[in-house]
């Protein structure tokens, strides 16, 4: 009988995106579905990469450059430029989406066997492309009691070993929210120093950090330059997910060209992305205020109706538009399978991600799931009735005094 691949057996369903087929069920019923699950914002794309997209007049869509346009890559320099990081175009390697800058930067830098040391909850698919590069994860455990601040760094030190080969943070955190700050960023470059380690930092999210904080890149920290790898992705901060447009930076040459390499599995980058990508480049500092302004109302309205609901815990996130929740639930999947599945009010219900596909440690994140706050406040309105409502009724409800002092 013919089988699937080990790999291929091995790589974890998406949290965000498995319970899809019950959600299209739900639809199919009639029921109106609110979508915390994924990170899709309902913010318009900037109107100046809609309008070049509208204005195309090409007579032929080509292949770009492997590395991406010229153009794109040294317009994104200037970028990291005007936020005081001396980058150049040829620090940069366009790819398709930020997934593919990860995966090809592990490709690049891990062998078979190799760890990678990440705290967690983290994004589920690091989780993916580590099976796919053979790579091994060591997770740091995060706590929603301390807001999921990094670990202590003695954490990471216990799981170091002669196969550890980086440490993967993502800044702002998803699913968390939680923004790590220079002391935190000093403190991992100096274990990475001490390790020769690569630190690998996806920063997708850096343009969306709240309450005064300031973001700081790993492409500031002294003394580990050819050390760093940073992932970046134009989905998230131009509302535009679809036209799949990241990047690999990094001062070290050598995985930009290896990377490079692995770039044949796809040619080159989305030619019509990279396009809306470099207009985007130009939107305006009063689009961002007005986008940070909408996500800071989403959050605050969710944290704080969240944590309204008996047993509900909710962490206020410094940065991107995420929290892991807790639950009074006995599981979180089952919860949001029977959302999915049996539970409608009104004739709406509310798709959820269950957690503990965020995280690595078997058990973990079982009464909790991740929630993105992408919708209106109207819709996030009604959410959050919708599953105040749910918890009441669940059959594996868990009365919240027992959760609190487990």
């Not at 309205?301 to 815990?313: D, R």
């Not at 078997?362 to 409502?389: C, D, F, M, T």
Request: neutral net charge; contains cysteine; aromatic residues 10%.
């Amino acid at each position: 009988m013919l089988q699937i691949s080990d790999k291929g057996k091995a790589i974890p369903a998406s949290p965000i995106r498995k319970l899809v087929p019950y959600a299209d069920k739900a639809k199919q019923k009639g029921i109106q579905v609110f979508h915390l699950n994924i990170g899709q914002p309902d913010i318009q794309t900037p109107e100046i990469a809609l309008e070049v997209v509208r204005r195309m007049q090409l007579s032929v869509i080509e292949y770009t450059a492997s590395a991406g346009n010229y153009s794109l890559r040294t317009k994104l320099a200037g970028y990291y430029q005007k936020l005081g990081i001396p980058i150049t175009e040829q620090e940069i390697l366009i790819t398709t989406g930020g997934s593919e800058a990860i995966l090809f930067a592990f490709m690049s830098t891990l062998n078979e066997g190799d760890e990678i040391i990440i705290p967690e909850p983290f994004y589920a698919n690091y989780a993916a492309f580590a099976v796919m590069t053979g790579a091994k994860i060591k997770a740091v455990t995060a706590k929603i009691e301390n807001n999921f601040a990094l670990p202590p760094i003695s954490e990471f030190e216990k799981l170091i070993t002669p196969k550890t080969k980086g440490i993967v943070i993502i800044n702002p955190n998803n699913p968390t929210g939680y923004l790590y700050s220079k002391k935190e960023l000093e403190a991992l470059a100096n274990i990475v120093k001490k390790y020769n380690l690569f630190l690998y930092s996806d920063e997708v999210y850096r343009r969306y950090c709240y309450d005064g904080l300031q973001h700081y890149s790993v492409l500031n920290l002294k003394e580990i330059e050819q050390n760093t790898i940073l992932f970046d992705s134009m989905s998230k901060r131009y509302s535009e997910c679809g036209i799949r447009v990241g990047a690999i930076i990094t001062r070290n040459q050598d995985i930009l060209s290896t990377s490079l390499k692995f770039g044949m599995a796809r040619l080159c980058p989305p030619a019509l992305g990279q396009i809306a990508a470099e207009a985007s480049l130009d939107t305006t500092d009063e689009y961002f205020q007005k986008v940070y302004d909408e996500y800071i109302q989403r959050r605050n309205f969710m944290v704080e109706e969240l944590n309204k609901i008996p047993g509900v815990i909710c962490p206020l996130p410094k940065g991107a538009f995420y929290s892991i929740v807790r639950l009074p639930v006995d599981d979180a999947e089952k919860f949001a399978r029977w959302l999915l599945e049996e539970f409608d009010y009104n004739g709406q219900t509310v798709m959820l991600a269950p957690a503990s596909g965020f995280y690595h440690t078997p058990g973990l994140g079982k009464n909790e799931a991740r929630i993105a706050y992408v919708l209106k406040i109207s819709e996030l309105q009604k959410a959050v009735e919708i599953l105040s409502v749910a918890l009441q009724t669940y059959p594996g409800r868990v009365v919240p005094e027992t959760l609190t002092k487990s």
